[in-house]
């Protein structure tokens, strides 16, 4: 579904990304994981096209979409929320929910109905400024936007970050609804490893810019934990 090969990207002059390398398959979810600042968040940003890649291919659905800009990306069907979410805080819920869609000119069709299942809390909160919910509130609302402009690539970056453990178990119920639905495959980047474990088919371990282990989720073992993961 996804094909990220060889990718590499550069910072202010630093390398970044030096040969990042996985798959993500069709209608499953992948977790990306590593310890801080090894490049996570930067092999998003390349993904998405936010970060410039200097080599390497991105294949989507069997598309090349290196050279693309982020809102072409976006119209392929990559939706993304980036860690701090980047919900809009002086519009209401229900605005934040329609701009994603409005951007791609995509009729929602009743997907609405759809987040408020996933995500019950946001329809009481429609009329509220985005800025007065709670960290966990925004992190649902900037889900349930990203699944408004009905992607084929779902990007979530930490969403369990600075989250309450209520609301982490809730969006764990709803990646796995999302991915029984068998519509989308879900790129994870996570830190919080029982999550990893409970959602994930498969995963990749960066390690200094680099993929430095990837397998099936049940590879993801106590010895490869304390190799690549333990602080």
Same mark, same amino acid.
């Given at each position: 579904m996804?094909?990220?090969?060889?990718i590499e990207a550069s910072i202010g002059g630093s390398r970044i990304l030096r040969g990042v390398d996985f798959v993500v398959p069709s209608k499953k979810v992948f977790c990306l994981m590593g310890r801080n600042g090894?490049?996570?968040?930067?092999?998003?940003?390349?993904?998405?096209?936010l970060l410039?890649?200097?080599a390497g291919e991105i294949i989507l659905d069997g598309e090349n979409i290196?050279?693309?800009?982020?809102?072409?990306?976006?119209?392929?069907?990559?939706?993304?929320?980036p860690q701090g979410r980047d919900i809009f805080p002086f519009l209401?819920?229900? /605005?934040?929910?329609?701009?994603?869609?409005?951007?791609?000119?995509?009729?929602?069709?009743?997907n609405l109905d759809r987040v408020f299942q996933l995500f019950p809390i946001i329809k009481e909160f429609l009329p509220r400024k985005g800025g007065m919910l709670s960290g966990g509130q925004q992190q +649902?609302?900037?889900?349930?936007?990203?699944?408004?402009? #009905?992607?084929?690539?779902?990007?979530? #970056? /930490?969403?369990?970050?600075?989250? +309450?453990? =209520?609301i982490i178990d809730q969006i764990g119920e709803a990646i796995k609804l999302l991915r029984s639905e068998g519509k989308m495959s879900i790129l994870l980047v996570e830190q919080y490893l029982d999550f990893c474990k409970e959602l994930a088919d498969d995963f990749a371990i960066? =390690?200094?810019?680099?993929?430095?282990?990837?397998?099936?989720? /049940?590879?993801?073992? #106590?010895?490869v934990v304390k190799e690549h993961l333990t602080v």
């Open positions: 996804l094909h990220v090969t060889n090894v490049g996570k968040t930067s092999t998003l940003k390349s993904i998405v096209g410039k890649t200097g290196t050279k693309l800009s982020p809102e072409a990306r976006a119209r392929k069907g990559i939706g993304y929320v209401t819920v229900e /605005e934040n929910l329609h701009i994603g869609a409005i951007a791609q000119k995509k009729k929602l069709n009743g +649902q609302l900037a889900i349930g936007r990203a699944l408004l402009t #009905d992607p084929k690539l779902l990007i979530l #970056d /930490e969403p369990t970050e600075g989250i +309450q453990p =209520n960066l =390690n200094r810019g680099a993929v430095v282990c990837s397998g099936p989720v /049940e590879a993801l073992t #106590d010895e």
